[in-house]
């Protein structure tokens, strides 16, 4: 029967299926991929609510900091006094206060200083040699001058004192970067308390120790000793962060866990050697008393201009330099609603700006500037603010307007780091001989890509304000996928690095840890919280909830969370919740795991309907035999003209000459009409269709080599030279996680010859030499090169490069030259 001969046919398949299967999976190993993730979750509450919302009795902290901070030029020193206003929003209530002093960490007994290893994976900075493997240890000149620095100058915090609003001394304790103080008395919910905090320190050079923060020295100025650039972040001693979810924040800060902190509001007075421009946080409240009258008519020409108007031109900023000056200037700032606060400093400063007029009420216009002294050059001048702007308008569609008024990004030591209103930014362009400046390509497209990233760090985290110690993803992940999808906007030809393709390595290597692992332990930092995660919204944007839908939910998340504190578990909830989709099968997979996508096709199997009818069936029989190889034998015979007996003596011919085992008898046909008589009429129109149909039955058999379910994206290419995409959800791999089989019926003329899983690599599948069927080369490339010794020039700059005259040379001159 009809019905029995398809289950014949699919038992036998899944005999096959279920052979494979049992390769990979055996009775009791058995993991389910898709079981849900609230067991791994924190359970909702009032806080936090199960859609990953801030729940109806949500609360988090507000601290607001009058500071008056000077700058000792000669010194390199900031001396500065305090009043902190500490709100206690919580339901609990607190006996003491923690705060952060980040300096600390740059003291020779400092944490971090002694669990500092000699080489090794994972050390940020100036690196040392391996001294594994059995090769001599190395010490190389930056770790050098680096210790020297340290042993040569008094660093960290010198706490001058700490009291109340009345003057009193409140009594505290340093503990490595944190510093608990202990209140006279306790601090009941719903109330505040103001002190008061006098402290100084040395800055550190960024060069010398490789931090987020500090001066960088030009001793070839104009100016007799040269000039610095000073940035300043992590100066001045800040509350740590008291949560729902943890209480105090106080993890100790090694250095690359970055903080969370609490929204407040600043008023900040920077005293500054009088020819200083300043670039802060916040909104400059004595424009009359720190800026000529020229300057602020630049400003305001450039509110609503179509370029960049330039505030100090290059010539002002050389002329600048070429003078130092005793007098002092003190720029304030004010700034709302923000978690943090820097600012940079220097008499090198250019400065453009350009207004970006966003619309909306909350912030209508925004200006983007930069600040940048000559060695930033034409490469500053051309892609800094235009950047900026173009970075606000991409994350605004993606979350919120940006809500503060100015974007700034600056020029100086530290190659990228963000704060609220701020960004410090590194790369430059080469002096040349000839008085020119020109910049490799490589060092334009790391300005655009870091300005892009920085800037979005004041939408994620210095708004949505997530836990960067704990979470770092939640930081830089998030960030790195929405600069992506900005850069792509402004060049789809630079490496964005966020692409699925971009992972593979890492996610096949040993030294991949979960991307949910706190900052300080991660072992590669970059491709786990920035790529893996970049690539893993990529492809849930791009592949599995597509673009309306992850785009309507990301907007959620950001708008429900702005000016808020979320948590992994918020973020997971709300893409779920407003996406529709049930996601914990990604989640577990691309965040708790270390497995890799490697989906494999191993095999493919054409089933055809057998119809039962004898005319039918039985042709077919024959025209497969016909279709087998020809012996090889029976082809050399017949190639040497070896004529058959048969035809040498026909009487010795019979009945089964003329007719073979396919010859059909009316005793067939009776029996098909007799099976037909028997059918129920719908079982009758069944068989009829799929017989007049004669479509293709093939059974696609998948193994799941790297443990991470995905879906199956399939390129169909038929004989006819036409293609055809297929998607198959994750959920195939519901029952069975390492095996799965997978049925694709075309119609009689779309003959199958090819599949291949991830034509466009979207899924980050790390081995592809298992996605064709049948199996194809894959093209590599053979590289002949010569072994050159390496030089400190990383990039070719070809602007420059392209000067060089060209030059014949025999074998001896060209020897000659590369001894020189």
């Given at each position: 029967m009809f019905k029995k001969f398809i289950t014949v046919a699919v038992l036998s398949f899944s005999a096959i299926a279920s052979a494979n299967a049992a390769i990979n999976q055996t009775k009791g190993d058995f993991e389910d991929k898709f079981r849900q993730l609230d067991e791994s979750l924190p359970t909702p509450n009032v806080y936090r609510n199960a859609a990953g919302e801030p729940g109806h009795k949500y609360w988090q902290q507000q601290v607001d900091y009058k500071i008056k901070a000077k700058l000792n030029e000669e010194k390199r020193r900031i001396e500065a006094s305090q009043t902190i206003t500490y709100h206690n929003n919580s339901p609990d209530t607190l006996k003491y206060l923690w705060m952060q002093l980040d300096q600390n960490k740059f003291r020779?007994?400092?944490?971090s200083a002694k669990t500092t290893t000699f080489g090794g994976i994972g050390n940020r900075g100036p690196a040392t040699a391996s001294a594994s493997s059995g090769k001599a240890a190395q010490l190389s000149l930056d770790a050098l001058r680096r210790q020297q620095f340290t042993e040569d100058n008094v660093l960290g915090y010198d706490i001058q004192s700490v009291t109340d609003k009345s003057g009193n001394k409140l009594k505290y304790t340093i503990v490595g970067t944190n510093m608990r103080i202990d209140l006279p008395s306790y601090l009941k919910p719903g109330k505040k308390i103001t002190f008061n905090l006098d402290y100084a320190f040395n800055i550190v050079e960024e060069d010398a120790v490789s931090a987020r923060s500090g001066y960088e020295h030009f001793p070839d100025d104009e100016r007799e000793g040269g000039n610095d650039i000073f940035l300043l972040a992590q100066w001045y001693p800040r509350l740590h962060a008291y949560t729902d979810y943890e209480a105090w924040t106080n993890k100790e800060f090694i250095g690359r866990g970055e903080f969370t902190l609490e929204f407040g509001n600043y008023d900040v007075e920077l005293t500054v050697p009088a020819d200083h421009i300043v670039s802060s946080t916040g909104a400059l409240q004595n424009p009359k008393s720190v800026l000529t009258s020229t300057q602020r008519k630049r400003l305001e020409q450039a509110e609503d201009a179509d370029r960049i108007v330039f505030v100090v031109t290059a010539e002002e900023a050389l002329e600048n330099e070429k003078e130092g000056t005793d007098k002092l200037k003190t720029w304030k700032f004010s700034a709302k609603n923000v978690r943090d606060f820097a600012w940079a400093s220097s008499r090198k400063f250019m400065w453009d700006a350009r207004g970006h007029q966003q619309g909306g009420d909350d912030q209508p216009l925004v200006m983007a500037m930069s600040f940048y002294p000559k060695e930033g050059g034409d490469l500053w001048k051309k892609y800094s603010t235009e950047a900026i702007i173009q970075t606000l308008e991409v994350y605004s569609r993606f979350s919120f307007d940006y809500p503060y008024p100015v974007a700034q990004s600056v020029n100086g030591p530290v190659g990228g780091m963000e704060y609220p209103m701020i960004t410090f930014n590194g790369p430059r362009t080469e002096l040349q001989k000839d008085g020119s400046r020109t910049y490799s390509q490589?060092?334009?497209?790391f300005l655009i890509g870091v300005v892009i990233h920085e800037i979005g760090h004041i939408y994620f985290p210095m708004v949505v304000n997530s836990d960067e110690r704990q979470w770092t993803w939640m930081d830089e992940g998030l960030n790195s996928f929405l600069d992506g999808v900005a850069g792509r906007e402004w060049d789809p030809t630079i490496p964005w690095g966020v692409e699925p393709r971009d992972i593979v390595d890492y996610m096949k290597s040993s030294t991949q840890v979960p991307i949910m692992t706190q900052s300080d332990s991660v072992l590669?930092?970059?491709p786990n919280a920035y790529t893996k995660p970049a690539a893993a919204l990529n492809i849930l944007r791009e592949t599995i909830l597509g673009r309306e839908l992850f785009d309507f939910a990301f907007k959620e998340y950001a708008q429900r969370w702005k000016y808020k504190r979320p948590t992994p578990s918020d973020f997971f909830r709300t893409m779920e919740e407003a996406s529709g989709v049930d996601l914990d099968w990604f989640w577990r997979g691309w965040f708790y795991s270390?497995?890799?996508?490697?989906?494999s096709l191993d095999s493919i199997y054409k089933l055809r309907l057998d119809t039962l009818d004898p005319d039918i069936d039985f042709d077919r029989l024959r025209q497969e035999e016909l279709d087998k190889p020809m012996s090889l034998t029976d082809e050399r015979n017949k190639a040497e003209g070896r004529e058959l007996w048969v035809d040498r003596f026909s009487d010795i011919t019979d009945f089964y000459d003329e007719n073979d085992r396919f010859t059909v008898t009316n005793k067939e046909r009776n029996k098909y009409q007799k099976f037909l008589s028997k059918l129920k009429p719908w079982e009758k129109a069944t068989l009829e269709r799929a017989v007049a149909e004669d479509k293709n039955y093939y059974v696609l058999e998948f193994s799941n080599h790297g443990g991470l379910v995905m879906p199956i994206i399939l390129e169909l290419t038929f004989a006819d030279?036409?293609?055809?995409?297929?998607?198959i959800p994750a959920e195939i791999w519901r029952r069975t996680p390492k095996a799965v089989s997978k049925m694709i019926i075309t119609d009689k003329d779309k003959e199958l010859v090819s599949v291949t899983v991830d034509p466009r690599w979207e899924t980050a599948d790390v081995d592809v030499s298992n996605n064709h069927y049948p199996r194809k080369i894959i093209p590599s490339r053979i590289e002949a090169y010569k072994t050159k010794k390496r030089t400190g020039k990383v990039y070719r700059d070809i602007m420059q490069d392209i000067k060089t005259?060209?030059?014949?040379?025999?074998?001896?001159?060209?020897?000659?030259?590369?001894?020189?």
């Open positions: 020779n007994d400092s944490l490589a060092e334009k497209r590669r930092l970059g270390t497995d890799h996508v490697d989906i030279g036409t293609t055809e995409d297929q998607y005259e060209a030059k014949s040379y025999d074998k001896d001159a060209a020897e000659d030259e590369d001894s020189n």
